[in-house]
C-alpha cells in the first residue's frame, strides 16, 4: 500500500541519518529492529533521536539504531469487522488468530452483530463517523503493519476506511470481502459492491472471497470447479488487488479443501484434505487474520498463505469433537486449549501436593529387564495404588515415547492419576501430558512453564535450599529432592542424606517428595523426618526392578500409610 520512497538524509549532530517509509524499511528488512509508523510528523529528540509517525529513522553508518528505546517492533494487525456475539467469527475470531500467530491485533468495529451457531439473528451498524473515529484512534498512534478487513456493512463505511488509509498508510491491506455469513446471512447488501471493486479492491494486497463472494463480485457468474476458480482469481486480479486467493471450501464433490492463489503472473493450487467437522464457524475471518498476521511479521504473501491455511486446518483438526451451541455451525478453538480442558474434566485441575504421596517414576531398561511394556508397569502401579506417575524413559525414541506417552496418559485419567514426563517437555506438550519433571541441567523450570503454561505441574529436581527457593521463583509446583539414599538407578548422583532432605523441606516454600533409594524398607523413616511440606516417596527400582510392580507398589502404600505423614 504505502509508497516505498527514500524520503531524505537528515544531519544530526555530524551524523546522517535516513528517513524511510515503513514499506521502505520493510523491504530493507530493518522492521524487526525498529519502530515504524504512519503519522508524517517528524519528531526530534532532545538526545538526537529521531522518530516519526510514518518513517523510521535510522543511522546510516555503522547502522546502529537512533531509536530512543531498545524496543523492537511488534508485528501489528488492525481488524476493520463486525462483531460476532458468539465469538466464532468476526473481530472475535480475528483477535483469537492474531493471538494464536503472536501477533498484537486492534480493532475498529463496524457493525454489531447478535449471533450464535444457528445465525445471524440481528444487526446493528456503527455510525460510519464513529468507524472513522476508530480508526483514526488507532492508526494515529499504534504504528500498524497490515489492516484486515471483515465485514463492512454501508457504502459509508467502505468509503471512510479507504479515506483514511489513504491518510495513514499501512504496509498491507489484507480484503476479506465477506458478504454472505456461513449461515447464509447478508452481511454486506449488492449496494457496497461498486464501493468495493472501485476503491477498495485497488487498494488491497490480497483478497481472500470464498466461492460465493467471488461469485458476487463477479457479477454472479458460475464456480463449480478448480478452472473456474484460476479463471475467477485473474478476473478479479484485474479488478486491481495484487494477490487473490479464491477458496474452495464450498467446491461441491472435492475431498479436498483446495485454494487459489493468484499474484498477476503464476497461479499456485494449495490443497490439503477436507477436515470433516461442523466447527467451522470463523474459518474465513481466521484464515485472512492469519495471514495478516503472518505479512505483518514480514513474511512473503505466498508463504503468509500456506502458514495461515496450516494453521487455520490444525485448528479445525484439532476442535472436531469441541461441542458448542445447537446450531449446525460451531465455532473452533484457535488457541488449542478447550480440548484439553475438556478431557480433564476427569482429572484435578489444579496440582494437588498430596498426589506426591507414592510417586512411581518408570524406568525404560528395568521394564526390558523384567520384559513388561511401560503401559503394563504403569497400569501395575496404579493398581497397587500410586498416586502420581512419571515417564523417565532415557532410552526411549521420540516417537514410541510419545506413543506410549499417549497411551499412559489415558490409563492414568481413567483412574484420577496425574502423569508427568521426565526432562522431555516437547514430548509433554505433544501428548499433553498432567506435566513435567525437569532437573538441574534440564530445560530450565521458568521457560518450561512458558511452554506449559499456567496449568500444567512442573517439578524441579533440587539439593540445595538455593535450588529450592529458585524453583519456587521460576513457577514450579513441587520439588523432587534427592538422593536421599544412595541409588544405583541415576549415575554419580550425590546423595543428601535424610538431613540434606530436612534441609531442602524446611527452605522451602514448595511440597517436596523425597527420592533416591527408597523402598519399604526405609520409606517410613524417610517421612519421620516431619516436615510439614514433605508430602511422599518417589521410587524407580524399589517398583519396577521387581517381579510384580503391583504386589511392591502395594506394600509401599501400605508402609506409607502406616508412618501416617503426608497422606493428607
Ligand atoms: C520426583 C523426581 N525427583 C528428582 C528426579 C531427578 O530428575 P533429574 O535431576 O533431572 O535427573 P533424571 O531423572 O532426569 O535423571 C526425578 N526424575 N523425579
Ligand atoms: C532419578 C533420581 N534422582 C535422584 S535419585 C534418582 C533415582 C531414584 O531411583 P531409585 O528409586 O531406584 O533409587
Ligand atoms: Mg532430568
Known amino acids: 500500500m504505502a509508497s516505498a520512497t527514500f524520503l531524505s538524509t537528515l544531519s544530526l549532530a555530524n551524523k546522517n541519518y535516513l528517513l524511510l517509509t515503513p514499506t521502505h524499511a520493510y523491504a530493507k528488512g530493518y522492521t524487526n529492529n525498529f519502530r515504524v509508523s504512519n503519522l508524517p510528523s517528524i519528531v526530534v529528540r532532545k538526545e538526537g533521536s529521531v522518530r516519526s509517525q510514518g518513517f523510521v529513522a535510522m543511522q546510516e553508518k555503522g547502522g546502529s539504531t537512533l531509536s530512543d528505546d531498545s524496543r523492537t517492533k511488534t508485528p501489528h494487525v488492525l481488524t476493520v469487522a463486525g462483531s460476532d456475539s ?14 494464536a500467530r503472536r501477533v498484537y491485533c486492534s480493532t475498529v468495529i463496524t457493525a454489531l452483530t447478535a449471533q450464535n451457531t444457528v445465525g445471524v439473528q440481528g444487526v446493528s ?3 460510519e463517523d464513529f468507524v472513522a473515529q476508530q480508526l483514526k484512534s488507532v492508526l494515529s498512534d499504534m504504528q500498524v503493519d497490515v489492516v484486515k478487513t471483515g465485514m463492512l456493512p454501508s457504502v459509508g463505511i467502505v468509503k471512510t476506511l479507504c479515506k483514511t488509509l489513504r491518510e495513514f498508510p499501512v504496509h498491507a ?9 456461513t449461515s447464509g446471512d447478508v452481511l454486506a447488501g449488492p449496494s457496497i459492491l461498486s464501493t468495493f471493486l472501485e476503491e477498495l479492491l485497488p487498494m488491497a494486497d490480497i483478497i481472500t472471497p470464498n466461492l460465493k463472494e467471488a461469485s458476487a463480485l463477479l457479477n454472479g457468474m458460475q464456480l463449480e470447479t478448480v478452472d473456474d476458480m484460476r479463471s475467477a482469481a485473474r478476473l478479479l486480479h484485474n479488478m486491481g488487488p495484487k494477490n487473490v486467493l479464491v477458496k474452495g471450501g464450498d467446491l461441491p464433490d472435492s475431498s479436498d479443501a483446495v485454494d487459489i492463489l493468484y499474484n498477476g503472473h503464476n497461479f499456485y493450487e494449495l490443497r490439503s484434505p477436507r477436515i470433516r467437522t461442523r466447527n467451522t464457524h470463523g474459518t474465513g475471518c481466521s484464515l485472512a487474520s492469519s495471514i495478516a498476521a503472518e505479512v505483518a511479521k514480514g513474511y512473503p504473501m505466498l508463504s503468509a498463505v500456506k502458514v495461515a491455511k496450516r494453521f487455520v486446518e490444525t485448528a479445525l483438526d484439532y476442535s ?3 461441542d458448542i451451541g445447537n446450531g449446525p455451525q460451531g465455532p473452533f478453538d484457535h488457541l488449542l486449549r478447550l480440548k484439553s480442558h475438556s478431557q480433564a474434566c476427569h482429572r484435578q485441575q489444579t496440582f494437588d501436593p498430596s498426589d506426591l504421596f507414592l510417586y512411581a517414576v518408570t524406568d525404560s531398561r528395568m521394564n526390558k529387564r523384567w520384559g513388561r511394556s511401560i503401559i503394563d508397569a504403569v497400569k501395575a502401579a496404579i493398581d497397587g495404588g500410586a498416586t502420581i506417575i512419571q515417564l523417565r524413559e532415557k532410552d526411549a525414541e521420540t516417537k514410541d515415547f510419545m506413543e506410549s506417552a ?3 496418559l489415558r490409563i492414568c485419567h481413567l483412574h484420577g492419576v496425574p502423569l508427568l514426563i521426565n526432562d522431555r517437555v516437547d514430548v509433554a506438550i505433544a501428548c499433553d501430558a498432567d506435566g513435567v519433571h525437569v532437573g538441574q541441567s534440564d530445560m530450565p523450570a521458568r521457560v518450561a512453564r512458558t511452554l506449559l503454561g499456567p496449568e500444567k505441574i512442573i517439578g524441579v529436581s533440587c539439593k540445595t535450599p538455593e535450588q529450592a527457593e529458585q524453583a519456587w521463583v521460576d513457577g514450579a509446583d513441587y520439588i523432587g529432592c534427592g538422593g536421599v ?3 544405583n538407578t541415576k549415575e554419580n548422583n550425590i546423595t543428601v542424606g535424610l538431613n540434606g532432605l530436612k534441609t531442602v523441606c524446611m527452605a522451602s516454600k514448595l511440597p517436596v517428595v523425597a527420592i533416591g ?9 524417610v ?20 517381579e510384580c510392580v503391583q504386589t511392591e507398589t502395594r506394600k509401599l502404600h501400605e508402609v506409607l500409610l502406616g508412618s501416617n505423614i503426608g497422606s493428607t
Open 86 to 99: 458468539g465469538a466464532g467469527a468476526g473481530i472475535q475470531a480475528d483477535l483469537k488468530a492474531c493471538a
Open 125 to 127: 451498524n456503527v455510525p
Open 173 to 181: 491491506l489484507v480484503v476479506d470481502p465477506v458478504m454472505v455469513s
Open 320 to 322: 472436531k469433537e469441541i
Open 406 to 408: 499417549k497411551a499412559c
Open 485 to 487: 539414599y544412595p541409588t
Open 517 to 525: 533409594g527408597i523402598g519399604v524398607s526405609n520409606a517410613r523413616a
Open 527 to 546: 517421612m519421620e523426618i516431619c516436615a510439614s511440606n514433605l508430602k511422599g516417596v518417589a521410587v524407580v527400582s524399589a517398583l519396577f526392578d521387581r
